[in-house]
């Protein structure tokens, strides 16, 4: 079974652009979940979607937002970008939501604003 | 809020020696615990889970981690370190009503040496 697919792996944007990222979950999965990992602040939890619903959101700005597709692909945009939004971007797919439900994730999607 | 801390950015062993990685919890309720590895440029594996069923909890490559209530920790162990087990680890608490956000500890990167 094929993993969790995002692409791009790697993206240079410059500052004040918009950018979209890509999510496959497993299939069969219908739980999509998006983080974002820099070296000062860790891995923290941006938003979840399930069934094309969003469930749950982190604390990050409106210039951040995601969606989930009939298929449960997921994206994310982030406009106007910032130099401090330069991450790592994780997206995690999960069978089901549940508190005891175990993540997969992706390989990630570097975002290098310049 | 649920929170979880790590306590040791860096731990190194020598190969064959015991790995303990510390993390503990802050939790109203009942908590969801996880640990993570992430190798460079990877996303992230599960490594284990706890889920009420069991104090002590068995992963995958070795690892294993016991829930004690009342010292509020989660604390990972491998009897004796390979060389392949170098990698950053994270510890999470599963967040939100009933979702499966996650919420990540700063991260431990274990070392091994020959």
């Known amino acids: 079974k094929a993993g969790v697919t995002q692409t791009p792996r790697y993206l240079i944007k410059t500052r004040g652009q918009q950018v979209t990222l890509s999510c496959s979950p497993i299939s069969g999965h219908r739980s999509v979940s998006w983080y974002q990992q820099t070296p000062g602040q860790g891995l923290q939890f941006l938003f979840e979607?399930?069934?094309?619903?969003?469930?749950n959101k982190g604390n990050f700005p409106g210039r951040f937002s995601g969606r989930q597709f009939s298929n449960s692909r997921s994206e994310m945009n982030v406009s106007t970008l910032e130099l401090g939004d330069s991450a790592l971007y994780l997206c995690?797919?999960?069978?089901?939501?549940?508190?005891?439900?175990?993540?997969?994730f992706g390989q990630g999607t570097r975002l290098t604003v310049v | 809020a649920q929170s979880v801390t790590q306590l040791g950015s860096h731990v190194s062993v020598s190969e064959g020696a015991l790995v303990l990685l510390r993390c503990n919890y802050s939790?109203?309720?009942?908590?969801?615990l996880f640990w993570y590895v992430q190798y460079p440029n990877q996303g992230l594996q599960l490594l284990l889970k706890?889920?009420?069923?069991?104090?002590l909890v068995k992963g995958i490559n070795g690892f294993e981690a016991e829930f004690k209530k009342s010292e509020t920790s989660f604390h990972l162990t491998k009897p004796s370190a390979h060389m392949s087990d170098a990698a950053e680890y994270f510890c999470?608490?599963?967040?939100?009503?009933?979702?499966?956000?996650?919420?990540f500890g700063k991260g431990t990167t274990l070392s091994v040496s020959s």
């Open positions: 999470a608490v599963s967040e939100g009503q009933a979702g499966t956000a996650l919420i």
């Open positions: 979607y399930f069934s094309e619903t969003q469930r």
């Open positions: 995690a797919s999960s069978p089901r939501q549940g508190k005891n439900t175990e993540a997969f």
């Open positions: 939790s109203s309720v009942p908590p969801y």
């Open positions: 706890y889920t009420s069923a069991a104090t």
